[in-house]
């Protein structure tokens, strides 16, 4: 849905100068991670970063079907921690090398263990720009991406509203507002309302429409 805002509004976050970005699969920078062995350990016959499905999201084969570097420089995703059930949001910027991340604050206890995946991700990141600019991997060489921590951002005192803080608090950061204060255990019930109908508005409407004309 982010995504599609970004095409149909796109004069719009031209004209605010906000960069050309998107929205990656919650799946994806989990599937990303699966190579950091292989890029710490390589065989004989290296299997290169960019092929089979992060090549192809990568070099804008399919959704969101933007080139990195060339299309977008800035990339949103999730970083999901299936043991507690916990999102954290993450956005990187190609050209500054840098991975932003949105914590909702909870669970403190396993962060540690989401840290620990995320510096595994920023080595990563950086392999896949190497490979885009032709550049040859090789582990020794990678300089990761330097990983921070957003600053003044909302946080959460219940573990099931980590989702929709993590969603709302991305879409803020990709709109360029510096204000998150309505992003709160008070308006979540709220904010969840009002995502669905954004979702049904942008995806089912027309189809309902349709069937109901049927």
Not at 22 to 28: A, E, G, I, K, T
Not at 134 to 141: A, C, K, L, P, T
Not at 148 to 171: D, H, Q, R
Request: with cysteine; glycine share 6%.
């Amino acid at each position: 849905m982010l995504n599609c805002k970004r095409v149909e509004q796109g004069a719009w976050f031209r004209n605010n100068n906000l960069p050309a970005a998107c929205f990656v699969p919650v799946n994806f920078l989990e599937v990303v991670g699966y190579a950091y062995e292989s890029v710490r350990k390589p065989h004989k016959k290296r299997k290169k970063l960019l092929e089979g499905c992060v090549g192809e999201l990568v070099k804008g084969v399919i959704h969101p079907k933007k080139v990195w570097l060339e299309d977008v420089d800035v990339i949103y995703g999730v970083i999901e921690d299936k043991l507690s059930c916990h999102y954290i949001g993450v956005e990187i910027q190609l050209m500054d090398n840098t991975i932003t991340l949105f914590h909702c604050g909870l669970p403190k206890e396993n962060i540690k263990r989401a840290l620990n995946q995320i510096q595994e991700l920023a080595v990563l990141i950086s392999a896949i720009k190497m490979e885009l600019l032709g550049e040859e991997v090789n582990f020794e060489d990678i300089s990761p991406f330097e990983v921070k921590f957003a600053e003044g951002i909302p946080k959460t005192k219940f573990p099931y509203n980590c989702g929709i803080f993590v969603v709302k608090m991305l879409e803020c950061r990709s709109l360029g507002l510096k204000s998150m204060a309505n992003i709160n255990d008070e308006t979540a019930i709220d904010l969840r309302s009002k995502l669905c109908c954004e979702i049904f508005d942008q995806f089912m409407d027309k189809d309902f429409q349709e069937g109901q004309r049927k």
